[in-house]
């Protein structure tokens, strides 16, 4: 069984920064892609960030610039920096991981943290 657990969500002013954690933990032999998600209300769930367990990275082009996403391979930890977060940064912010337990990978989710941006 996969858990994936994230912390860091909260309410910050137009300008300000968060940092978010998503750790992975269970019965894991590799993780692939790493990523976060986030939905608004009313809206879709969209991708923000991912990252390759090479490293490399992809950003939707409203956050490139502000949001960097990182990972620890030997913790299966991801991490997403937000910095000068704008109001309609704030959803619901999900945890994504691509994970093979036995043979073949699954996408994974985490429970969703909430970001709200505003004054």
């Known amino acids: 069984q996969v858990q994936l657990v994230e912390s860091g969500g909260g309410l910050v002013q137009p300008g300000g920064s968060l940092r978010l954690s998503c750790a992975a933990s269970?019965?894991?032999?590799?993780?692939?892609?790493m990523g976060w998600y986030r939905q608004a209300p009313g809206k879709q769930r969209e991708l923000v960030a991912t990252i390759a367990s090479g490293g490399s990275t992809n950003y939707a082009d409203s956050v490139k610039g502000r949001f960097t996403i990182s990972r620890v391979n030997a913790k299966n930890t991801v991490c997403l920096q937000m910095n000068s977060l704008k109001p309609e940064d704030t959803a619901v912010y999900y945890c994504y991981a691509d994970i093979i337990t036995r043979f073949l990978p699954l996408g994974y989710w985490g429970q969703g943290t909430q970001v709200t941006v505003s004054s």
């Open positions: 269970g019965s894991i032999r590799k993780i692939n892609d």
